[in-house]
């Protein structure tokens, strides 16, 4: 298992940008971030896939990035043109049990902490 966790959250306006981070224990090649809204389901928001692909919800394509500092262990969500229905809190995930392709939906093996994200 590896220990993730994540930072960056907090409160912003329609329109503004927030940075998301997330730091694992160990390099993971398959990572993601995931989100879950008040009363809602827990939902693939990106993914970055072993080859270094990035891979995309359509309802954040072309306004969120992610990405990955690997000498550092961490994974990033970029997330520009915020918008109130991105209002959720925003869960790192790790795929540890091999690789990973395309938008990889699960299972999961290790999950971080959450951090709050509130556009207004």
């Known amino acids: 298992h590896v220990q993730l966790v994540e930072s960056g959250g907090g409160s912003v306006q329609a329109g503004g940008s927030l940075r998301l981070s997330c730091v694992a224990s160990a390099y993971v090649s398959c990572m993601a971030w995931f989100r879950q809204a008040p009363g809602e389901e827990r939902v693939e928001a990106a993914v970055l896939e072993t080859r270094g692909s990035q891979n995309y919800a359509e309802s954040v394509k072309g306004r969120f990035v992610i990405s990955k500092d690997s000498a550092k262990n961490t994974l990033y969500l970029q997330m520009n043109s915020l918008k109130p229905e991105d209002t959720a809190v925003y869960y790192c995930?790790?795929?540890?049990?091999?690789?990973?392709?395309?938008?990889?939906?699960?299972?999961?093996?290790?999950w971080g902490q959450g951090t709050q994200v509130t556009v207004s």
């Open positions: 995930a790790a795929f540890t049990r091999g690789d990973c392709y395309g938008l990889y939906l699960g299972p999961y093996d290790d």
